[in-house]
Protein backbone atom coordinates (compact mmCIF):
# COMPACT_ATOMS: atom_id res chain seq x y z
CA UNK A 1 0.00 0.00 0.00
CA UNK A 2 1.22 3.73 -0.41
CA UNK A 3 1.80 5.48 3.23
CA UNK A 4 3.59 8.66 4.03
CA UNK A 5 6.52 7.83 5.13
CA UNK A 6 8.91 10.41 7.24
CA UNK A 7 12.70 10.53 6.43
CA UNK A 8 14.04 13.54 8.54
CA UNK A 9 13.36 17.45 8.34
CA UNK A 10 11.60 18.48 5.31
CA UNK A 11 12.02 14.98 4.17
CA UNK A 12 8.89 12.90 3.31
CA UNK A 13 7.87 10.03 0.96
CA UNK A 14 5.39 8.38 -0.06
CA UNK A 15 6.64 4.54 -0.97
CA UNK A 16 5.14 1.56 -1.68
CA UNK A 17 4.98 -0.19 2.47
CA UNK A 18 3.28 -3.93 3.56
CA UNK A 19 -0.36 -3.62 4.42
CA UNK A 20 -0.60 -3.32 8.25
CA UNK A 21 -1.97 -7.23 9.60
CA UNK A 22 -3.95 -7.39 12.98
CA UNK A 23 -1.31 -8.10 15.44
CA UNK A 24 -3.12 -8.11 18.26
CA UNK A 25 -7.21 -9.64 19.53
CA UNK A 26 -8.21 -6.39 19.81
CA UNK A 27 -6.40 -4.33 16.73
CA UNK A 28 -8.64 -3.50 13.33
CA UNK A 29 -7.29 -2.71 10.55
CA UNK A 30 -9.21 0.36 8.64
CA UNK A 31 -9.35 1.42 4.98
CA UNK A 32 -8.20 5.25 4.85
CA UNK A 33 -10.95 7.05 3.33
CA UNK A 34 -9.56 10.74 4.32
CA UNK A 35 -6.32 11.29 6.56
CA UNK A 36 -5.44 14.81 7.62
CA UNK A 37 -2.26 16.94 8.48
CA UNK A 38 -2.39 18.19 12.31
CA UNK A 39 0.03 21.00 13.95
CA UNK A 40 1.60 18.41 15.41
CA UNK A 41 2.91 16.34 12.49
CA UNK A 42 4.51 19.42 11.27
CA UNK A 43 6.59 19.30 14.49
CA UNK A 44 8.05 16.01 12.93
CA UNK A 45 7.96 17.21 9.70
CA UNK A 46 10.14 20.13 10.97
CA UNK A 47 12.67 18.16 13.14
CA UNK A 48 11.95 18.71 16.11
CA UNK A 49 9.79 15.79 17.51
CA UNK A 50 12.46 13.70 19.22
CA UNK A 51 12.57 9.66 18.88
CA UNK A 52 11.77 9.17 14.98
CA UNK A 53 12.69 6.53 13.07
CA UNK A 54 13.15 6.60 8.98
CA UNK A 55 10.19 5.31 7.31
CA UNK A 56 7.96 6.16 9.78
CA UNK A 57 4.49 6.33 8.84
CA UNK A 58 2.83 10.12 9.74
CA UNK A 59 -0.59 10.24 10.03
CA UNK A 60 -3.16 10.13 13.41
CA UNK A 61 -6.73 12.05 11.90
CA UNK A 62 -7.97 9.06 10.02
CA UNK A 63 -11.49 8.20 9.06
CA UNK A 64 -12.08 5.02 7.12
CA UNK A 65 -14.52 2.01 7.19
CA UNK A 66 -12.87 -1.34 9.02
CA UNK A 67 -11.73 -3.94 6.73
CA UNK A 68 -10.34 -6.72 9.26
CA UNK A 69 -10.64 -7.40 12.76
CA UNK A 70 -9.34 -9.18 15.71
CA UNK A 71 -10.81 -12.27 17.10
CA UNK A 72 -10.86 -10.19 20.64
CA UNK A 73 -12.79 -7.06 19.33
CA UNK A 74 -16.72 -7.06 20.25
CA UNK A 75 -19.12 -4.10 18.89
CA UNK A 76 -16.76 -3.46 15.53
CA UNK A 77 -16.88 -5.24 12.91
CA UNK A 78 -16.06 -5.01 9.21
CA UNK A 79 -18.35 -2.17 6.82
CA UNK A 80 -18.79 -0.44 10.14
CA UNK A 81 -17.38 3.65 9.25
CA UNK A 82 -15.29 4.94 11.88
CA UNK A 83 -13.34 7.84 12.96
CA UNK A 84 -9.87 7.01 14.82
CA UNK A 85 -8.60 8.18 18.44
CA UNK A 86 -4.83 9.71 17.56
CA UNK A 87 -4.50 8.62 21.62
CA UNK A 88 -4.13 4.75 22.05
CA UNK A 89 -6.15 3.42 24.77
CA UNK A 90 -6.65 -0.15 26.59
CA UNK A 91 -9.93 1.18 28.23
CA UNK A 92 -9.18 -0.59 31.44
CA UNK A 93 -6.20 0.63 33.21
CA UNK A 94 -6.62 2.82 36.10
CA UNK A 95 -6.25 6.18 34.39
CA UNK A 96 -8.28 4.92 31.05
CA UNK A 97 -11.09 4.45 34.01
CA UNK A 98 -10.76 8.10 34.92
CA UNK A 99 -11.34 9.40 31.31
CA UNK A 100 -7.26 9.80 30.78
CA UNK A 101 -7.24 8.14 27.55
CA UNK A 102 -3.96 9.88 26.99
CA UNK A 103 -2.50 8.80 29.52
CA UNK A 104 -3.19 5.20 29.46
CA UNK A 105 -0.75 3.17 31.50
CA UNK A 106 -0.84 0.23 28.35
CA UNK A 107 -0.63 1.46 25.47
CA UNK A 108 2.69 2.98 24.62
CA UNK A 109 5.26 -0.41 24.26
CA UNK A 110 8.20 1.79 24.79
CA UNK A 111 7.26 3.68 28.09
CA UNK A 112 11.15 3.22 29.26
CA UNK A 113 12.07 5.63 26.92
CA UNK A 114 9.48 7.91 27.57
CA UNK A 115 9.82 7.65 31.57
CA UNK A 116 14.05 8.64 30.45
CA UNK A 117 12.15 11.92 28.84
CA UNK A 118 9.26 12.41 31.07
CA UNK A 119 9.46 10.73 34.05
CA UNK A 120 6.23 8.40 33.14
CA UNK A 121 4.48 7.44 30.39
CA UNK A 122 1.82 9.02 28.40
CA UNK A 123 -0.28 6.89 26.10
CA UNK A 124 0.81 5.29 22.91
CA UNK A 125 -0.18 8.06 19.56
CA UNK A 126 -1.01 6.64 16.37
CA UNK A 127 1.51 7.91 14.20
CA UNK A 128 3.65 10.07 16.26
CA UNK A 129 6.99 9.51 17.71
CA UNK A 130 9.36 6.20 19.08
CA UNK A 131 8.52 8.07 22.44
CA UNK A 132 4.95 7.06 22.17
CA UNK A 133 5.28 3.65 20.54
CA UNK A 134 6.58 4.34 16.73
CA UNK A 135 3.41 3.06 15.91
CA UNK A 136 2.28 3.86 11.89
CA UNK A 137 -0.07 5.81 11.27
CA UNK A 138 -3.08 6.55 9.13
CA UNK A 139 -1.53 8.63 6.37
CA UNK A 140 -1.53 5.81 4.30
CA UNK A 141 -4.19 3.56 2.71
CA UNK A 142 -4.59 1.31 5.67
CA UNK A 143 -3.91 1.66 9.32
CA UNK A 144 -3.99 -0.92 12.37
CA UNK A 145 -5.60 0.53 14.84
CA UNK A 146 -4.64 -1.20 18.35
CA UNK A 147 -7.58 -1.48 21.23
CA UNK A 148 -9.92 -0.44 18.44
CA UNK A 149 -13.16 -0.82 20.63
CA UNK A 150 -11.76 2.19 22.78
CA UNK A 151 -9.63 3.97 19.68
CA UNK A 152 -12.93 3.77 16.99
CA UNK A 153 -15.90 5.50 16.76
CA UNK A 154 -18.67 4.11 14.43
CA UNK A 155 -20.26 7.17 12.79
CA UNK A 156 -23.33 7.56 10.53
CA UNK A 157 -23.15 7.19 6.51
CA UNK A 158 -25.04 10.33 6.12
CA UNK A 159 -22.70 13.19 6.83
CA UNK A 160 -19.65 13.98 4.98
CA UNK A 161 -15.83 12.73 6.16
CA UNK A 162 -15.65 16.77 6.23
CA UNK A 163 -17.85 16.61 9.29
CA UNK A 164 -16.42 13.85 11.14
CA UNK A 165 -12.79 13.70 10.95
CA UNK A 166 -12.44 16.44 13.65
CA UNK A 167 -13.54 14.23 15.92
CA UNK A 168 -10.27 12.32 15.69
CA UNK A 169 -8.05 15.25 17.21
CA UNK A 170 -8.59 18.66 16.96
CA UNK A 171 -12.63 19.20 17.82
CA UNK A 172 -12.07 17.05 21.19
CA UNK A 173 -8.73 18.83 21.20
CA UNK A 174 -10.35 22.12 21.41
CA UNK A 175 -12.92 21.32 23.54
CA UNK A 176 -10.77 20.03 26.31
CA UNK A 177 -8.65 23.15 26.08
CA UNK A 178 -11.78 25.18 26.94
CA UNK A 179 -13.42 22.80 29.43
CA UNK A 180 -9.67 22.99 30.91
CA UNK A 181 -10.61 26.67 31.94
CA UNK A 182 -13.46 25.97 34.02
CA UNK A 183 -15.66 28.79 32.34
CA UNK A 184 -18.02 30.87 34.45
CA UNK A 185 -20.62 32.86 32.96
CA UNK A 186 -19.64 36.19 31.49
CA UNK A 187 -15.81 35.21 31.38
CA UNK A 188 -13.53 36.53 28.58
CA UNK A 189 -11.00 33.62 27.06
CA UNK A 190 -8.36 34.60 24.87
CA UNK A 191 -6.99 32.30 22.54
CA UNK A 192 -3.63 31.95 20.81
CA UNK A 193 -3.20 30.58 17.11
CA UNK A 194 -5.95 30.26 15.02
CA UNK A 195 -5.20 27.09 13.83
CA UNK A 196 -7.46 24.23 13.54
CA UNK A 197 -7.23 23.50 16.96
CA UNK A 198 -7.37 27.80 18.30
CA UNK A 199 -10.87 27.47 15.53
CA UNK A 200 -12.26 24.55 17.60
CA UNK A 201 -11.22 26.24 21.11
CA UNK A 202 -13.29 29.13 20.24
CA UNK A 203 -16.54 27.14 19.03
CA UNK A 204 -15.74 25.24 22.35
CA UNK A 205 -15.30 28.53 24.65
CA UNK A 206 -18.95 29.32 23.46
CA UNK A 207 -20.47 25.94 23.61
CA UNK A 208 -19.30 25.77 27.40
CA UNK A 209 -20.52 29.54 28.31
CA UNK A 210 -17.66 32.11 27.37
CA UNK A 211 -19.45 35.58 27.11
CA UNK A 212 -16.41 36.95 24.82
CA UNK A 213 -13.64 35.17 22.87
CA UNK A 214 -10.68 37.20 21.79
CA UNK A 215 -8.56 35.40 19.44
CA UNK A 216 -4.60 35.93 18.83
CA UNK A 217 -2.69 35.06 15.62
CA UNK A 218 -0.91 36.56 12.41
CA UNK A 219 -2.38 35.12 9.10
CA UNK A 220 -5.52 37.51 7.68
CA UNK A 221 -7.80 34.42 6.96
CA UNK A 222 -7.49 32.69 9.89
CA UNK A 223 -8.44 35.68 11.90
CA UNK A 224 -11.57 35.93 9.37
CA UNK A 225 -12.16 32.36 10.19
CA UNK A 226 -12.18 33.13 13.66
CA UNK A 227 -14.40 36.23 13.54
CA UNK A 228 -16.76 34.59 11.04
CA UNK A 229 -17.47 31.03 11.82
CA UNK A 230 -16.10 31.40 15.45
CA UNK A 231 -17.82 35.12 16.34
CA UNK A 232 -14.32 35.49 18.45
CA UNK A 233 -12.87 39.40 18.31
CA UNK A 234 -9.88 38.80 17.02
CA UNK A 235 -5.52 40.73 17.49
CA UNK A 236 -3.00 40.48 14.86
CA UNK A 237 -0.14 39.89 16.99
CA UNK A 238 2.72 41.51 14.47
CA UNK A 239 0.43 44.70 13.78
CA UNK A 240 -0.88 45.07 17.35
CA UNK A 241 0.85 45.02 20.78
CA UNK A 242 -0.73 42.02 22.27
CA UNK A 243 -0.74 42.69 25.71
CA UNK A 244 -1.72 46.19 26.07
CA UNK A 245 -4.56 45.29 23.33
CA UNK A 246 -5.86 42.71 25.49
CA UNK A 247 -5.85 44.91 28.71
CA UNK A 248 -7.39 47.26 27.00
CA UNK A 249 -9.98 44.94 26.04
CA UNK A 250 -10.63 43.81 29.53
CA UNK A 251 -10.40 47.05 31.65
CA UNK A 252 -7.09 46.60 32.60
CA UNK A 253 -7.75 43.14 34.60
CA UNK A 254 -6.76 40.65 31.40
CA UNK A 255 -8.64 37.66 30.58
CA UNK A 256 -10.06 35.24 32.76
CA UNK A 257 -8.66 31.86 30.95
CA UNK A 258 -5.98 32.05 27.93
CA UNK A 259 -5.54 29.25 25.75
CA UNK A 260 -2.43 28.68 24.36
CA UNK A 261 -3.05 26.67 21.05
CA UNK A 262 0.18 27.50 19.28
CA UNK A 263 2.79 25.45 20.78
CA UNK A 264 6.49 24.52 20.74
CA UNK A 265 6.72 26.72 16.86
CA UNK A 266 5.53 29.70 18.00
CA UNK A 267 6.75 32.69 15.71
CA UNK A 268 7.26 36.10 17.06
CA UNK A 269 9.63 39.32 16.43
CA UNK A 270 10.46 40.01 19.75
CA UNK A 271 13.85 39.42 21.57
CA UNK A 272 12.53 36.55 23.55
CA UNK A 273 11.21 34.95 20.30
CA UNK A 274 14.54 35.51 18.69
CA UNK A 275 16.24 34.06 21.35
CA UNK A 276 14.67 31.08 21.27
CA UNK A 277 14.97 30.58 17.37
CA UNK A 278 18.46 30.52 18.21
CA UNK A 279 18.54 27.88 20.92
CA UNK A 280 15.94 25.57 19.86
CA UNK A 281 18.50 25.80 16.18
CA UNK A 282 21.73 24.51 18.33
CA UNK A 283 19.23 22.25 20.56
CA UNK A 284 19.24 24.31 23.89
CA UNK A 285 16.02 24.69 23.92
CA UNK A 286 13.66 22.04 22.34
CA UNK A 287 10.85 24.49 22.13
CA UNK A 288 9.75 28.36 21.42
CA UNK A 289 7.23 29.60 23.88
CA UNK A 290 6.65 32.76 23.13
CA UNK A 291 3.19 32.81 22.83
CA UNK A 292 3.01 31.11 26.45
CA UNK A 293 4.97 34.01 27.80
CA UNK A 294 2.76 35.78 26.99
CA UNK A 295 0.06 33.87 28.32
CA UNK A 296 0.77 34.18 31.64
CA UNK A 297 1.56 37.78 31.51
CA UNK A 298 -2.05 38.25 30.39
CA UNK A 299 -3.82 36.21 32.24
CA UNK A 300 -5.97 38.13 35.06
CA UNK A 301 -5.04 37.33 38.51
CA UNK A 302 -6.38 33.81 39.87
CA UNK A 303 -7.06 32.77 36.08
CA UNK A 304 -5.99 29.38 34.24
CA UNK A 305 -3.93 28.84 31.65
CA UNK A 306 -5.00 26.16 29.29
CA UNK A 307 -2.44 24.49 27.06
CA UNK A 308 -3.38 22.58 23.80
CA UNK A 309 -0.50 23.80 21.91
CA UNK A 310 2.11 20.76 22.45
CA UNK A 311 6.05 20.99 24.00
CA UNK A 312 8.59 17.89 24.42
CA UNK A 313 11.25 18.66 26.21
CA UNK A 314 12.93 21.99 27.95
CA UNK A 315 11.88 25.61 27.19
CA UNK A 316 13.69 28.38 28.67
CA UNK A 317 12.80 31.89 30.04
CA UNK A 318 9.03 31.14 31.32
CA UNK A 319 7.56 33.47 33.64
CA UNK A 320 7.42 31.29 36.43
CA UNK A 321 7.20 34.45 38.66
CA UNK A 322 4.31 35.94 36.72
CA UNK A 323 2.33 32.82 36.99
CA UNK A 324 3.25 32.01 41.19
CA UNK A 325 2.20 35.63 42.14
CA UNK A 326 -0.62 36.00 40.18
CA UNK A 327 -2.19 32.35 41.62
CA UNK A 328 -2.53 30.64 37.91
CA UNK A 329 -3.80 27.46 37.48
CA UNK A 330 -1.87 25.61 34.66
CA UNK A 331 -3.82 22.50 32.87
CA UNK A 332 -2.48 20.61 29.51
CA UNK A 333 -1.78 17.48 28.14
CA UNK A 334 -2.28 15.62 24.74
CA UNK A 335 -6.61 15.17 24.46
CA UNK A 336 -8.52 12.51 25.73
CA UNK A 337 -10.77 12.25 22.51
CA UNK A 338 -12.45 9.29 23.87
CA UNK A 339 -13.53 11.42 26.57
CA UNK A 340 -15.18 13.96 24.23
CA UNK A 341 -15.78 12.23 20.89
CA UNK A 342 -19.71 10.90 22.02
CA UNK A 343 -20.77 13.94 23.29
CA UNK A 344 -19.38 16.13 20.86
CA UNK A 345 -20.59 13.45 17.70
CA UNK A 346 -24.29 13.99 18.91
CA UNK A 347 -23.94 18.01 18.23
CA UNK A 348 -22.35 17.36 15.21
CA UNK A 349 -25.56 14.72 14.32
CA UNK A 350 -28.18 17.43 15.37
CA UNK A 351 -26.49 20.18 13.51
CA UNK A 352 -25.13 21.86 16.53
CA UNK A 353 -21.85 21.30 15.28
CA UNK A 354 -20.59 21.64 12.00
CA UNK A 355 -16.59 21.98 11.82
CA UNK A 356 -16.28 21.03 8.36
CA UNK A 357 -14.92 24.88 7.46
CA UNK A 358 -11.88 24.32 8.70
CA UNK A 359 -10.90 21.74 5.76
CA UNK A 360 -9.64 24.65 3.06
CA UNK A 361 -7.93 21.82 0.71
CA UNK A 362 -8.09 18.57 -0.39
CA UNK A 363 -5.16 16.84 -1.55
CA UNK A 364 -4.13 13.67 -3.16
CA UNK A 365 -1.59 11.42 -0.35
CA UNK A 366 1.16 11.38 -3.66
CA UNK A 367 1.40 14.93 -2.90
CA UNK A 368 2.11 14.66 0.71
CA UNK A 369 5.41 16.70 0.69
CA UNK A 370 3.53 19.56 -1.12
CA UNK A 371 0.90 19.41 1.09
CA UNK A 372 3.13 19.54 4.04
CA UNK A 373 5.27 22.19 2.88
CA UNK A 374 2.04 24.21 2.06
CA UNK A 375 0.45 24.14 5.68
CA UNK A 376 3.92 24.36 7.56
CA UNK A 377 4.24 28.08 5.28
CA UNK A 378 0.35 28.43 5.83
CA UNK A 379 0.32 29.59 2.20
CA UNK A 380 -2.72 29.67 -0.38
CA UNK A 381 -4.97 30.40 2.42
CA UNK A 382 -4.08 26.86 4.24
CA UNK A 383 -6.10 25.43 7.41
CA UNK A 384 -6.17 22.21 7.45
CA UNK A 385 -5.36 19.68 4.74
CA UNK A 386 -7.20 16.31 4.16
CA UNK A 387 -5.40 13.71 2.22
CA UNK A 388 -6.62 11.46 0.24
CA UNK A 389 -5.18 7.93 -0.41
CA UNK A 390 -5.94 6.80 -4.16
CA UNK A 391 -8.01 3.68 -3.10
CA UNK A 392 -10.32 5.90 -1.65
CA UNK A 393 -10.20 8.58 -3.86
CA UNK A 394 -11.50 5.96 -6.92
CA UNK A 395 -13.80 4.95 -3.92
CA UNK A 396 -14.66 1.20 -5.64
CA UNK A 397 -12.78 -1.46 -5.46
CA UNK A 398 -12.85 -2.58 -1.65
CA UNK A 399 -10.63 -5.94 -1.47
CA UNK A 400 -11.42 -8.76 0.41
CA UNK A 401 -10.08 -8.81 4.12
CA UNK A 402 -8.09 -12.41 3.73
CA UNK A 403 -6.43 -10.43 0.63
CA UNK A 404 -4.67 -8.06 3.34
CA UNK A 405 -0.38 -8.78 3.03
CA UNK A 406 0.22 -10.67 7.14
CA UNK A 407 3.35 -8.94 7.49
CA UNK A 408 4.12 -5.24 7.79
CA UNK A 409 6.73 -4.86 10.30
CA UNK A 410 6.26 -1.06 10.48
CA UNK A 411 2.61 -1.32 12.08
CA UNK A 412 3.73 -3.38 15.13
CA UNK A 413 6.08 -1.25 17.33
CA UNK A 414 9.41 -0.04 17.43
CA UNK A 415 10.49 -2.29 19.97
CA UNK A 416 10.06 -5.41 17.83
CA UNK A 417 12.35 -4.06 15.48
CA UNK A 418 14.86 -3.25 18.26
CA UNK A 419 15.77 0.64 17.40
CA UNK A 420 15.82 1.49 21.07
CA UNK A 421 19.52 2.62 20.63
CA UNK A 422 18.96 5.04 18.10
CA UNK A 423 15.81 6.83 19.93
CA UNK A 424 18.04 6.83 23.42
CA UNK A 425 20.78 8.59 21.48
CA UNK A 426 18.62 11.10 19.93
CA UNK A 427 16.89 11.90 23.44
CA UNK A 428 20.57 12.57 24.63
CA UNK A 429 21.54 14.64 21.70
CA UNK A 430 18.55 16.94 22.67
CA UNK A 431 19.45 16.83 26.21
CA UNK A 432 15.72 15.09 27.31
CA UNK A 433 17.24 11.73 29.00
CA UNK A 434 17.97 11.38 32.48
CA UNK A 435 21.60 12.09 31.80
CA UNK A 436 21.02 15.00 28.97
CA UNK A 437 19.29 16.99 31.28
CA UNK A 438 21.63 16.80 33.97
CA UNK A 439 24.61 17.62 31.53
CA UNK A 440 22.27 20.63 30.16
CA UNK A 441 21.22 21.91 33.22
CA UNK A 442 25.23 22.04 33.99
CA UNK A 443 25.87 24.06 31.00
CA UNK A 444 23.15 26.46 32.00
CA UNK A 445 23.92 27.31 35.09
CA UNK A 446 24.64 30.92 35.71
CA UNK A 447 28.64 31.53 36.57
CA UNK A 448 29.76 31.52 40.36
CA UNK A 449 30.05 35.12 42.39
CA UNK A 450 27.82 37.22 43.39
CA UNK A 451 24.18 37.21 42.59
CA UNK A 452 22.97 39.48 45.05
CA UNK A 453 21.19 42.50 43.58
CA UNK A 454 20.66 45.78 44.61
CA UNK A 455 19.04 47.01 47.66
CA UNK A 456 15.07 47.23 46.51
CA UNK A 457 13.21 50.79 47.66
CA UNK A 458 9.61 50.00 48.54
CA UNK A 459 6.96 51.22 46.85
CA UNK A 460 6.22 53.13 49.88
CA UNK A 461 9.15 55.15 49.19
CA UNK A 462 8.16 56.20 45.07
CA UNK A 463 10.90 54.59 43.20
CA UNK A 464 9.36 53.38 40.79
CA UNK A 465 11.94 53.97 38.25
CA UNK A 466 14.72 52.07 40.10
CA UNK A 467 12.32 49.02 40.75
CA UNK A 468 11.97 49.09 36.98
CA UNK A 469 15.27 48.93 36.03
CA UNK A 470 16.19 46.23 37.85
CA UNK A 471 13.26 44.40 36.79
CA UNK A 472 14.56 44.84 33.63
CA UNK A 473 18.04 44.13 34.47
CA UNK A 474 17.32 40.90 36.38
CA UNK A 475 14.91 40.53 32.88
CA UNK A 476 11.90 39.99 34.51
CA UNK A 477 10.72 43.26 32.75
CA UNK A 478 7.78 42.64 30.08
P1 LIG B 1 -1.20 25.23 13.11
O1 LIG B 1 0.24 25.21 12.83
O2 LIG B 1 -2.14 25.13 11.94
O3 LIG B 1 -1.60 26.55 13.91
C1 LIG B 1 -0.75 27.26 14.74
C2 LIG B 1 -1.16 28.72 14.63
O4 LIG B 1 -0.46 29.48 15.61
C3 LIG B 1 -0.83 29.34 13.28
O5 LIG B 1 -2.01 29.91 12.73
C4 LIG B 1 0.22 30.39 13.61
O6 LIG B 1 0.17 31.52 12.75
C5 LIG B 1 -0.14 30.73 15.04
N1 LIG B 1 0.93 31.38 15.80
C6 LIG B 1 2.28 31.21 15.69
N2 LIG B 1 2.92 31.99 16.58
C7 LIG B 1 1.96 32.66 17.27
C8 LIG B 1 2.00 33.63 18.30
N3 LIG B 1 3.16 34.05 18.81
N4 LIG B 1 0.83 34.12 18.77
C9 LIG B 1 -0.36 33.70 18.26
N5 LIG B 1 -0.46 32.79 17.26
C10 LIG B 1 0.70 32.28 16.77
O7 LIG B 1 -1.45 24.06 14.16
P2 LIG B 1 -2.76 23.39 14.84
O8 LIG B 1 -3.09 22.16 14.09
O9 LIG B 1 -3.82 24.39 15.06
O10 LIG B 1 -2.11 22.95 16.22
C11 LIG B 1 -1.74 23.93 17.18
C12 LIG B 1 -0.95 23.29 18.32
O11 LIG B 1 -1.78 22.34 18.98
C13 LIG B 1 0.29 22.54 17.87
O12 LIG B 1 1.32 22.70 18.82
C14 LIG B 1 -0.16 21.10 17.88
O13 LIG B 1 0.90 20.20 18.06
C15 LIG B 1 -1.07 21.12 19.09
N6 LIG B 1 -2.01 20.00 19.18
C16 LIG B 1 -2.17 19.46 20.41
C17 LIG B 1 -3.04 18.43 20.62
C18 LIG B 1 -3.23 17.88 21.99
O14 LIG B 1 -3.66 16.75 22.15
N7 LIG B 1 -2.97 18.65 23.04
C19 LIG B 1 -3.76 17.92 19.54
C20 LIG B 1 -3.59 18.50 18.29
C21 LIG B 1 -2.71 19.55 18.13
ZN1 LIG C 1 -3.67 16.07 15.35
Redesign the pocket.
Known amino acids: MKAVCWYGADDLRVEQVPEPRVVNPRDAIVRVSSAAI ?6 MFDGYAPGMGKGDILGHEVIGEVVQVGEGLTGIRPGDRVVAA ?2 IACGRCAYCQQGLF ?1 LCDNSNPNAALAEQAFGHSPAGMLGYTHLTGGYAGGQAEYVRIPYADVGLLKVPGNLRDEQLLPLA ?2 L ?2 GY ?2 AEQCNIQPGDTVAV ?8 MAIKSAYLLGAERVIS ?4 PE ?1 LAMAREQGGAETIH ?1 EQTD ?1 LDALKEMTAGRGPDACIE ?8 GTLD ?1 LIDRAKQAVRMETGRP ?2 LR ?1 AIMACRKGGTIS ?5 VGMIDMVPMGAAFNKGLTFR ?4 N ?1 QKYWHGLLERIVSGELDASYLFTHHIPLDNALDAYRM ?2 D ?1 REGV ?2 IILKPRAAAVGSEQRPSHELAMENLRSTPSQAEGERATVEEDLRQRGLSAEGAQMRTAEMSPPEGDMEGPELPSQAEGDRDTVDDDLAEKGAGI
Do not use: N
Not at 192 to 199: I, K, N
Not at 216 to 219: A, G, H, P, S, Y
Open positions: CGSDLHFASDVPTQAWGCGPVGQIDRLRFVAVGMEATGAHAQLPGVYMGQTVFRKVK
